[in-house]
T-cell receptor
Framework: DAGVIQSPRHEVTEMGQEVTLRCKPI?????LFWYRQTMMRGLELLIY????????DSGMPEDRFSAKMPNASFSTLKIQPSEPRDSAVYFC???????????FGSGTRLTVV | QKEVEQNSGPLSVPEGAIASLNCTYS??????FFWYRQYSGKSPELIMS????GDKEDGRFTAQLNKASQYVSLLIRDSQPSDSATYLC??????????FGGGTRLMVKP
């Protein structure tokens, strides 16, 4: 099992550019989560999918952020346009039940200059 | 609002001592509880889960749960410098969602 796979590992972009982060959950996991982590705010849940359907997107900071899960093995988080305050580490995590906890991907470190 | 609270630390313990990490939560309906370890620059890694009141031991780690008092703790025996990391408490509230605490930074000094 390769675990949760995220790409890219690092992304540096200029303000105003579009950024797309990618995630492949563990096969068989039916729930997928996107988190953002900063020193100031810790881990923040952005959006949660269950069986490819968005269940809770209340954590998405604003309309510049969007997420999709077109199938059980792929999800994207898009920021358009990006701003310096979006700089953070973005984690994807997946699980197949409430008693199993999450498995996190390695994260994408985003820097917007 | 469902909350999970942890002391941010740093908690400093000498090598070989017992490190005690604590977490409180607000939702009495919570059923599943988890401890994650996060090394600097890495992703959170699940190290313990607990579902029933009492203690659960796994090697040098012991998780303790008291639902009446709404707290969960993690004890690390014979602490090693390699245990130095941030420890995140997570609580399952509804469906498959976890609420994370802010984490406690542990420093084990040789």
């Amino acid at each position: 099992d390769a675990g949760v796979i995220q790409s890219p590992r690092h992304e540096v972009t200029e303000m105003g550019q579009e950024v797309t982060l990618r995630c492949k959950p563990i096969s068989g996991h039916n729930s997928l989560f996107w988190y953002r982590q900063t020193m100031m705010r810790g881990l923040e849940l952005l959006i949660y999918f269950n069986n490819n359907v968005p269940i809770d997107d209340s954590g998405m900071p604003e309309d510049r952020f969007s997420a999709k899960m077109p199938n059980a093995s792929f999800s994207t988080l898009k920021i358009q346009p990006s701003e310096p305050r979006d700089s953070a580490v973005y984690f994807c995590a997946s699980t197949y039940g409430q008693n199993y906890g999450y498995t996190f991907g390695s994260g994408t470190r985003l820097t917007v200059v | 609002q469902k909350e999970v609270e942890q002391n941010s630390g740093p908690l400093s313990v000498p090598e070989g001592a017992i490190a005690s990490l604590n977490c409180t939560y607000s939702d009495r309906g919570s059923q599943s509880f988890f401890w994650y370890r996060q090394y600097s620059g890495k992703s959170p890694e699940l190290i313990m889960s607990i579902y029933s009141n009492g203690d659960k031991e796994d090697g040098r780690f012991t998780a303790q749960l008291n639902k009446a008092s709404q707290y969960v703790s993690l004890l690390i025996r014979d602490s090693q410098p390699s245990d130095s990391a941030t420890y995140l408490c997570a609580v399952n509230n509804a469906g498959n969602m976890l609420t994370f605490g802010g984490g406690t930074r542990l420093m084990v000094k040789p």
